[in-house]
């Protein structure tokens, strides 16, 4: 009797239904806190940019948020440097949850990009550094990452990136702080104030403190690196016309105007 | 193995943990690991074991997949078709697997972040699927949990063992806290030890891996017929 064709279904058809109402119960019991977890750790990714991640280690999950909450502001900006507050139905749009993601896959006119300002406690007009989003490719699969500009909005203050699935010891290396930490104080403009970006060479163990656009490189990962720098060369560019705004109206101390 | 294959003769009130059930647990430890001697699981033995941390965290999600399959496998064992019966051993174990990431998305993330794909990769951990098909479909519950929890034992104590050394020689520290930082200190400024690269390199694990089974099998006089 065990052998027979029914059998067989009707066992097959049991588990699959047992096995899947447990899954999707758990999915949905877990789902909340799940959410949360990814927001903390995109709030992480986001402070990264500015704070030494020794520090930021040392914090725990309420000390980050709340930290969050009273240091960063954030906005929406458009290719041409205007804010979004309502998205295209007129829902209201959060910086946190914008999906780069999908918006990597409209055209660059119409993505929606997240700008996180970084402020004194309480006074949100005292910047300390303008924090962007990028995203982008790997060698295997979606790289990202935040780049904080100090208020000159040339000089880099900070990055962080993240890789789905970057080689092990290779690759995955760009989100080591040593690597990010070679970012630091590097410009994105020359002196005419065209831009350069910042370009990760290949090979790695030279010295390019002389050179403000170039950055030591990570050995045995020069596709991962051609696509961090192509990331930020794009994304970058992608905030101009925003940076373009804020600096013509750093004559008027009150940046609020710009916002 | 054939020891396993066989049923147990059905004893009147055999202790909890009588010899020939010791035998489940102490077995995979040594005499026949999972890793060591079947060379099973070299993947996630080799790809999670650069720091302590993931590595405790990926022993205990194997810990618990193997016992609950043997477990669920082991109560079904009666009633699976045996013509679909692999199938239905994948489906058991890839539901556990996809419950262990659920748990650690929600709960430690980070740890997710670093394990996520391997975690995933306990369904194709040959060492999973080969104790359900020798042992629980031909078991009793009780001891085919034993059999599971010696089993997963034997694989979480080796792949500690490789992290230890990996983080230690490759990061210089144990679960994060700097050792070779300190070791420094005591001899004063300008010193300082050198941590290999090599360690933190899958090829690390290769190596420190070898050095183990090279080891043992000096010692138990193993030899591969």
């Not at chain 1, 709340?66 to 440097?81: C, E, F, L, M, Q």
């Not at chain 1, 993601?101 to 007009?125: C, L, S, V």
């Not at chain 2, 009793?140 to 050394?165: H, M, N, Q, R």
């Amino acid at each position: 009797m065990q052998q027979s064709n029914a059998y067989i279904i009707t066992f097959s058809v049991i588990l699959t239904v047992v096995l899947g109402l447990l899954l999707s119960g758990t999915s949905q019991v877990l789902g909340p806190i799940q959410k949360k977890a990814v927001e903390l750790d995109t709030k992480k990714q986001i402070l990264g940019a500015v704070l030494e991640s020794s520090d930021l280690r040392k914090m725990t999950s309420d000390e980050i948020l709340a930290y969050y909450d009273k240091r960063i502001t954030s906005k929406v900006v458009d290719i041409d440097g205007n804010l979004i507050e309502k998205d295209s139905d007129g829902n209201p749009i959060i910086a946190e949850n914008v999906n780069v993601a999908k918006n990597y896959k409209m055209a660059p006119e119409k993505r929606q990009y997240p700008m996180f300002i970084f402020h004194k406690e309480g006074n949100p007009d005292a910047v300390e550094a303008y924090i962007v989003q990028v995203y982008g490719a790997g060698l295997w699969d979606e790289i990202w990452g935040f780049l904080a500009l100090d208020t000159d909005l040339n000089t880099i203050a900070g990055v962080t990136f993240g890789h789905k699935g970057e080689t092990p010891g290779l690759g995955a290396r760009i989100t080591e702080s040593g690597v990010q930490n070679r970012f630091q104080g590097k410009q994105i403009y020359d002196e005419s104030g065209s831009f350069q970006s910042v370009v990760m060479q290949k090979g790695e163990g030279r010295d390019f403190s002389d050179d403000l656009h170039k950055v030591d490189g990570i050995s045995g990962s020069t596709i991962t690196a051609n696509g961090v720098n192509n990331m930020l060369r794009n994304y970058l560019q992608f905030y101009s016309a925003y940076f373009e705004k804020l600096r013509s109206s750093a004559g008027s101390t009150d940046l609020a105007l710009v916002n | 193995m054939s020891t396993e294959t066989a049923q147990a003769s059905v004893k009147q009130a055999e202790p909890l943990l009588s010899k020939r059930r010791r035998k489940f647990i102490s077995d995979p430890l040594v005499d026949n690991n999972p890793i060591t001697i079947q060379v099973l699981g070299i993947c996630s033995a080799l790809a999670v074991t650069t720091q302590l941390q993931p590595t405790l965290v990926m022993a205990i999600s194997v810990i618990f997949v193997m016992v609950m399959a043997n477990l669920t496998i082991s109560l079904l064992r009666n009633a699976i078709p045996s013509r679909v019966r692999i199938i239905v051993q994948l489906a058991v174990i890839a539901s556990l697997v996809t419950l262990v990431n659920e748990v650690l998305k929600a709960f430690a993330f980070d740890m997710y972040k670093e394990l996520s794909v391997f975690v995933g990769l306990i369904i194709t951990n040959c060492i999973v699927m080969g104790r359900l098909e020798a042992f629980a479909l031909g078991n009793k519950p009780y001891d085919s949990i034993l059999d599971g929890f010696g089993s997963a034992l034997g694989y979480a104590w080796i792949i500690l063992a490789v992290a230890f050394f990996r983080e230690l020689l490759g990061s210089g520290s144990v679960f994060g806290v700097q050792i070779y930082d300190a070791i420094s200190g005591l001899f004063g400024e300008g010193f300082s030890l050198a941590t290999n690269g090599l360690m933190v390199s899958p090829v690390g694990a290769f190596i420190i891996l070898g050095l183990i089974i090279w080891v043992q099998r000096t010692k138990t006089g193993y030899v591969e017929h």
